[in-house]
Structures are given as C-alpha cells and as structure tokens.
C-alpha cells in the first residue's frame, strides 16, 4: 500500500536559520498522489500548511516551500529563516489521487526553534 | 466559520463501557473523515463518508467500532466495550467533494479507557 516517510523524529534550528524537513512517499495507484504538509502548533489542532497536486510545482505558505519531486518521490518542506513562532509538529501526508480520499501521514517531526 | 467540531472534548470510560464520539462538519463540505492518533501508530485513517453514504471503512476495526452519518451536519463513532488499546485521540475531519480534496480537522476527542 501507499506509505509516507519522515526520517527525522525532532529537529531543532536555531532562530533565522535555515530549515528542511524530509518527506518520501510511496503511492502503488495509477496516477499522482496529491501531496499535503500539515502542522500541529502547541495546544492547536491539525491545520493544513500547503498543498500540492501537480507533480513538478511547488506550493508555499507562510514562508515555507515544498515541491513535487515525482522522480525522487519528495516532497521535503523547506524554509529560507524559521522564528520561534514556528516550533510544531509537522506532518507530510498523501491522498491517492483517483482512489480513496483518506490521508495517509507520515510520522510526524517536532521542530523546535532555539531563540 | 466554526471550523469543525468534535465532542466532547475528553472522554473516560470504564474497560468494557461504551464511548460515543460527535463530529459535526464544516457547514457545506461532503466529505467527514475519522482518524485515530496514538503515539505509537501515528495518525491512522478509519473511515469515511461522502454525501453521508460510507465509501471507505478500511482502516476500522472489525469488532467493536460503527460510524454513522445520519445528516449531513454531524457523524459519529461509536466503541463498544472499550479496552485499553482504545485509547487515543480520535480526529475528525471534513473536505469539500470538488478541489484539491484537503481535508479540515477538528480539535479532537481524547479518549481514555480506564
């Protein structure tokens, strides 16, 4: 089945730092995955960050990139300068395109930004 | 906009009691999703429903577990004879048919059987 992947539990970045987070996928259906980064701040819940459905573009939100690499299945979430207000957990997540809808996450990072 | 709302918000139970959960949707979206959170699962999909007709209950457990959809302003999941292992935080979550299909979740329901 299709399956997502985060190689780092925790990451910590000292503030205006630069920042990237890992995510590989693998989706078994016909077609592209549509590709999703959702984020967890302290005491909030799950909100979507960006979103991506095109394999090759880029989407971005509030000052965080993450492009569509079908060749390299990636989908890393990058960011040129993190501030303190960004420390969360973030999540990397697929839908199967033409199938089912159901998200499929992976295991989550905890970033923590140092002052 | 109120966003998607799930109650209550905590829940104990006794092992073997029986745990309702409430989910109502953002106002116009079709599609409700149910998750389930553990720290050592992750996030995992349950179920869902589009247009309140279930399309996909792959990630249920056999026994034990229902979700309904009587209208389209609320769903619920339903344990019977809670154990342990079902404790949780159980995410719900709501998604317009047309568009990019991403999903909107509610606050949560922590579980925690007894």
């Known amino acids: 089945g299709d399956s997502v992947t985060q190689t780092e539990g925790q990451v910590t970045v000292s503030e205006s730092k630069s920042l990237i987070i890992n995510c590989t996928y693998s989706?078994?259906?016909?077609?592209?995955?549509?590709l999703f980064w959702y984020v967890r701040y302290p005491g909030e819940g799950l909100q979507l960050l960006l979103k991506?459905?095109?394999?090759?573009q880029k989407g971005s939100s509030r000052g965080f990139e993450a492009t569509y690499n079908k060749e390299a299945t990636s989908f890393h979430l990058q960011k040129a300068s993190v501030q303190e207000s960004d420390s969360a957990v973030y999540y990397c997540?697929?839908?199967?395109?033409?199938?089912?809808?159901?998200?499929?996450f992976g295991s989550g990072t905890q970033l923590t930004v140092m002052p | 906009n109120a966003g998607v709302i799930q109650t209550p918000r905590h829940k104990v139970t006794g092992k073997g009691q029986e745990a309702t959960l409430w989910c109502e949707p953002i106002?116009?979206?079709?599609?409700v999703f149910w998750y389930r959170q553990t720290i050592v699962q992750g996030l995992e999909f349950l179920t869902y429903?589009?247009?309140?007709?279930?399309?996909?209950d792959s990630g249920m457990p056999k026994e034990r577990f229902s979700a309904q959809m009587p209208n389209q302003s609320h769903s619920t999941l339903k344990i019977q004879s809670t154990q342990p292992q079902d404790s949780a935080v159980y995410l719900c979550?709501?998604?317009?048919?047309?568009?990019?299909?991403?999903?909107?979740f509610g606050p949560g329901t922590r579980l925690t059987v007894l």
């Open positions: 106002s116009g979206h079709s599609a």
């Open positions: 429903f589009r247009n309140q007709a279930p399309i996909d």
């Open positions: 991506v459905i095109t394999a090759g």
């Open positions: 989706a078994t259906s016909i077609g592209y995955p549509n």
């Open positions: 979550a709501s998604s317009l048919v047309l568009g990019g299909r991403e999903q909107y």
């Open positions: 997540a697929l839908s199967d395109s033409s199938g089912s809808w159901q998200l499929i």
